[in-house]
């Protein structure tokens, strides 16, 4: 092809998106494929582990630590797990986050109503100590709580635990409840208190479905937060009320470390989460309150 | 349908009194507009009719009923906001028709109250939408057709038009008064716009700084301004205000303080002669007359079409003429005008109040 040629027929390739030898693509789109190719090499650093760790639970027992590239996956260390404790440790974990989710919301969504909606005095200051018990480092409460639960023989169980992460949880509803309430126009409950509701009925009926996909999105965070704990059920359970994360480190024993179950463990325990990830996505995106209003 | 008596209501907030002592009659199947400028208090008393505001000191009664510590769903009102305040997440249909839910009213009959309410309001197309896809206009009626669907005692107002664009407002207007007409519901209706409170209401009345100014029909209120603050808000250009001394000798007469003329008047009261006061004349009652002696220095004309706004200045003090034939000045001109004295009133120079 001449350079004359190549010329003539540079906008054609262009618009069909083929790029000739010398037409270089447009700077707007040279910046974008750098961009694309920078998200791509972060995505694959962030899921490396996750990536191994599951390749390792699919692995046959004897070879998890092999480093072949291509093997046969099985599902016996999964069904090893189903053997053992485990399945035990996932319902205790199970039941754990959702008694304590249920529970922080109970508490905490109308305690929220009332700090955003009720003037009174030392509002500020309550709204900051309920904060303030997410500050305290857990390892300064985990003696007082150990000797207390003794006492009253909460220990090693599903209630006492779910009540412990309650505690921590109230304060994330309390917090992320005031923002989506404050979002909510106060003229609609004061329409539906005069169209018959009293307070309690205008907020049950009105706000608090308005409210939904923060709510939905806090309830997920909550589950999550006590999914994820490790500290208070390590000191807090011993053998009937163990949860998921502390079953994993009784894999590490003398004898030796169960790979293969450890993997297997690690990647059910994050199942959960990242479902429930995708799911607060959907929800914070959606905008309920468009149009009720005049804008 | 019912009466509204309101008696010596007052109110703070904090240390700062916003209603001073308002008392206000409202007679059965009456339309009532209280105006005034932002901050006078009409959006509070509104609300404290509808039990969304605590009443501080005073009475507030419905049909009677003394309602001060009654809250608002159990007052059997109806109010519309001015952003509407429809719930997103219920239909058109659900929006019109959840009071009467919440009533407990037979489901059949509030299908054939809504089905009823949205004809009326030309609404029965739009009843599965939300309201988020509705037109302003759309969602103003929903709004409205909420607070009739109920049939209450008492339809509550807060400046429902305010959000829509003029030619609508105008039309909105035309159809809340024929929906008045209709019903003969006692009707409060909060609006800072004078031309709203005129063209509806039976009756006016207009608030400043949480006191109540002057209250009576609209015409009345147009006639004989109590005080120089309702002369200036009732109408539109508003009274043209001249600063000057009454003279008696023999007849009554003007004399403007930057000089010029005097300007005869009807009728002073008595022992006024050499006393200050301030002349108000509608700027629509001033006549374009080569035999008068006052003359209009012109600055601005702006003309309508169907009037003539000429803005200028008569013996030093601004003044606003508006005519109905088309005035062919040029911004330095003078103009002569007759003020015909029957069309003028009297204020203080003081406290503002009308003397004659």
Known sequence: MTDATRAAAAPLLARIGAWPGRVRPPRWRRHRIGLHAAALALLLAVLFPFGWMVQMALRPPGEVLDGALLFQPTLENFAALWQGHFPKSFLNSVLVSSLSTAASLALGVPAAYVLTRWRFRGRGRVALWILATRMAPPIALTIPFFLAYRWVGLQDSVVGLALIHMTFNISIVVWFMQTFFAAIPRSLEEAAWIDGCGVWQAFRRVTLPLAAPGLAATAVFCFIFSWNDFFFALILTRTSAVTAPVAITNFLQYEGWEWGKIAAAGTLVMLPVLAFTLLVRKYLVRGLTAGGLKD | ?356
């Open chain 2, 1 to 356: 349908m019912a009466s509204v008596t309101i008696r010596d209501l007052r109110k703070s907030y904090g240390s700062t009194p916003v209603l001073h002592g308002v008392s206000i009659d409202i007679a059965d199947g009456e339309f009532v507009a209280l105006v005034g400028p932002s901050g006078c208090g009409k959006s509070t008393l509104l609300r404290m009719i509808a039990g969304l505001e605590e009443a501080g000191e005073g009475e507030i009664r419905i049909g009677g009923r003394l309602v001060n510590d009654v809250p608002p769903k159990d007052r059997d009102i109806a109010m519309v906001f001015q952003n509407y305040a429809l719930y997103p997440h219920m239909t058109v249909a659900r929006n019109l028709g959840f009071a009467l839910t919440l009533k407990g009213v037979d489901r059949v009959e509030i299908a054939a109250r809504v089905a009823r309410a949205a004809e009326v309001l030309g609404l029965s197309a739009l009843l599965d939408r939300r309201p988020g896809q509705l037109s302003g206009g759309q969602r103003q009626r929903v709004a409205m057709g909420r607070a009739i669907v109920r049939n209450p005692l008492l339809f509550l107002f807060d400046e429902p038009l305010s959000n829509l664009d003029a030619k609508l407002r105008v039309q909105m207007r035309a159809e809340i008064k024929a929906l008045h007409q209709r019903l003969r519901t006692s009707a409060i209706y909060v609006t800072h716009d004078q031309i709203e409170a005129m063209t509806m209401a039976d009756r006016i009345v207009v608030m400043r700084d949480g006191r109540v100014e002057q209250a009576g029909a609209p015409l009345d209120l147009y006639d004989r301004p109590a005080n120089r603050f309702v002369a200036g808000f009732i109408g539109s250009p508003a009274m043209n205000f001249l600063s000057g001394r009454i003279a008696v000798n023999g007849g009554a007469s003007f004399h403007l303080d930057g000089g010029g003329p005097s300007l005869p008047l009807a009728a002073v009261p008595p022992g006024a002669h050499g006393r200050p006061a301030v002349l108000g004349l509608r700027p629509e009652h001033a006549l374009i007359d080569p035999e008068a002696e006052a003359a209009l220095e012109v600055t601005v004309v702006e003309p309508t079409g169907s009037e003539t706004q000429v803005v200028g200045q008569l013996a030093g003090q601004p003044f606003v003429g508006v005519f109905r034939e088309r005035v062919a000045a040029r911004p330095g001109d003078v103009l002569p005008l007759r003020l015909p004295p029957a069309a003028a009133h009297l204020f203080d120079a003081g406290d503002g109040q009308r003397l004659v």
